[in-house]
């Protein structure tokens, strides 16, 4: 019977902490609104982190990773880093490849390829920060997402001991834009769970000298397209 009754608590405390774990997710990660600032109050870092979004089926940036990549070009043009990191899953499944769709758009725009840097193995935005700061060795950066997006990453950043602020880029309505606000909440979760515990990103990767150029980071010369 006691057996029964333990088991029964262990039972119960289950939805408990799932629901005290939700809650602490978002609020500790709501905090990081405070470092979304417009374009023009961005302070000078190192580096602008693109994270990286779908790509279409013909190879080029959909719209959520357009709007990213205009707000880093917007940033970068305005002397706010010297370079770019556009971090995104280039897995290899099927040809799917978000990051060198990032690069030929940076490109096509008249971005100096030195100053663009490849992050393949950015599945998720924890991977992503983890090895900006950890593979890159960034301590300051500006990160250009949507709105809905950059608590998270400016949280994950910020825990990682970066100083990092986000700069929204939404420039239109997006058709899942429910969706995506929906998803990021049971993402953040998973990003409160990862820092509290420390986890180690998919691949990790030899250390890379964002002070070089980004070309040292590109997997292979692919042709600029223009849009």
């Not at 809905?148 to 880029?169: K, N, S, T, W």
């Not at 990103?201 to 010369?221: A, Q």
Request: glycine share 8%.
């Amino acid at each position: 019977m006691r057996k029964r009754r333990v088991i029964i608590f262990f039972i119960l405390c289950i939805p408990v902490f799932a629901i005290a774990l939700y809650c602490a997710a978002q609020i500790t990660i709501g905090r990081a609104t405070n470092n979304i600032v417009d374009a023009n109050d961005a302070p000078l870092s190192q580096i602008i982190i693109v994270l990286g979004a779908s790509v279409l089926p013909n190879g080029t940036p959909s719209d959520v990773l357009r709007d990213r990549l205009f707000t880093a070009e917007e940033l970068y043009i305005a002397g706010k880093a010297p370079k770019i990191l556009v971090s995104g899953d280039n897995g290899g499944v099927d040809g799917y490849d978000e990051v060198n769709a990032m690069r030929k758009f940076l490109l096509a725009d008249d971005i100096p390829a030195d100053d663009i840097f490849l992050d393949h193995a950015g599945f998720d935005t924890y991977d992503t920060m983890y090895r900006a700061r950890h593979v890159f060795g960034v301590t300051s950066a500006i990160v250009a997402t949507q709105a809905f997006h950059l608590p998270r990453a400016l949280y994950i950043g910020e825990q990682l001991g970066m100083d990092v602020v986000g700069v929204a880029a939404e420039r239109q309505a997006y058709v899942k834009g429910d969706l995506f606000e929906m998803r990021e909440r049971f993402a953040n979760v998973k990003a409160f769970w990862d820092v509290t515990f420390g986890a180690l990103p998919t691949y990790e990767g030899e250390i890379v000298d964002i002070t070089g150029s980004g070309t040292v980071t590109w997997d292979e010369d692919v042709p600029v397209t223009i849009r």
